[in-house]
T-cell receptor, first 115, second 112 residues
Framework: AQSVTQLDSQVPVFEEAPVELRCNYS??????LFWYVQYPNQGLQLLLK??????LVESINGFEAEFNKSQTSFHLRKPSVHISDTAEYFC?????????????FGTGTQLKVEL | EAQVTQNPRYLITVTGKKLTVTCSQN?????MSWYRQDPGLGLRQIYY???????DKGDVPEGYKVSRKEKRNFPLILESPSPNQTSLYFC???????????FGQGTRLTVV
C-alpha cells in the first residue's frame, strides 16, 4: 500500500516571497513521484515528476522539488511566487513496478498568492 | 492536439436514474483511470484500466461500473446514483505506469 501526506491544506504567501509545499509519502516499494497543479475550474496538469536520476527536478515555470529517500519526502519549492501561481497543488505517487495504474494523491494544498 | 475529453462537464440528476459519463483520449494510451475529487479528500481512484477489456477496482469502486471495449474510450457508469456520489469526476490516461497522466477537464455531478 502507498499513501501521500500533504500536511498543509492552505498556504497563504505574498507575491515574490518564497514558498514550500510539503509532501511526504509512504510505500513498501520504490515509487515515481509527481506534483500536479489545478487552476480554478480546470483539470489537473503535471507540474514536475521524479522517475530516477537526479533527485532535484525542475519545472518550466520556476518550481522545483527534491526527492529525499531517507525522509520519504518530495517537497515543492519556488523562490519567488507570482499571483498566477495561485492554485491547488497535489502530490502523487505511483509504484514503479507492477501496481497497475494506481496513482495515489495527497489531499492537496491550496496556494494563495497575495499582493 | 493531445487531449482527454469528458462529457458532460456538468450534470444534475435524480437519485436512481442511471447515467454515463464518457471519456475519450486521442493519444493511444493504454492506461486510463477515473477519479473523484472531494473537498479535504483530494483525488481518489475509482477504477482503472491497463488495456482493452482489462479493468480493476481502485480505492472507491462501490456504486460505479466501467468498461473498456476500445482503447480510446473509458466510460464511467452509475447504475443507480445516490447523493453521496455528488462530486467532481476526472478521467485520466497515461502511456506507461511512470508516464505523465493527462487529465480531462472534469465532470461536476450533482445527485439530488
Amino acid at each position: 500500500a502507498q499513501s501521500v501526506t500533504q500536511l498543509d491544506s492552505q498556504v497563504p504567501v505574498f507575491e515574490e516571497a518564497p514558498v514550500e509545499l510539503r509532501c511526504n509519502y509512504s510505500s513498501s516499494v520504490s515509487v515515481y513521484l509527481f506534483w500536479y497543479v489545478q487552476y480554478p475550474n480546470q483539470g489537473l496538469q503535471l507540474l514536475l515528476k521524479y522517475l530516477s536520476g537526479s533527485t532535484l527536478v525542475e519545472s518550466i515555470n520556476g518550481f522545483e522539488a527534491e526527492f529525499n529517500k531517507s525522509q520519504t519526502s518530495f517537497h515543492l519549492r519556488k523562490p519567488s511566487v507570482h499571483i498566477s501561481d495561485t492554485a491547488e497543488y497535489f502530490c502523487a505517487v505511483r509504484q514503479n513496478t507492477g501496481g497497475g495504474n494506481k496513482l495515489t494523491f495527497g489531499t492537496g494544498t491550496q496556494l494563495k498568492v497575495e499582493l | 492536439e493531445a487531449q482527454v475529453t469528458q462529457n458532460p462537464r456538468y450534470l444534475i440528476t435524480v437519485t436512481g436514474k442511471k447515467l454515463t459519463v464518457t471519456c475519450s483520449q486521442n493519444m493511444n494510451h493504454e492506461y486510463m483511470s477515473w477519479y473523484r475529487q472531494d473537498p479535504g479528500l483530494g483525488l481518489r481512484q475509482i477504477y482503472y484500466s491497463m488495456n482493452v477489456e482489462v479493468t480493476d477496482k481502485g480505492d472507491v469502486p462501490e456504486g460505479y461500473k466501467v468498461s473498456r471495449k476500445e482503447k480510446r474510450n473509458f466510460p464511467l457508469i452509475l447504475e443507480s446514483p445516490s447523493p453521496n456520489q455528488t462530486s467532481l469526476y476526472f478521467c485520466a490516461s497515461s502511456p506507461t505506469p511512470g508516464g505523465q497522466a493527462f487529465f480531462g477537464q472534469g465532470t461536476r455531478l450533482t445527485v439530488v
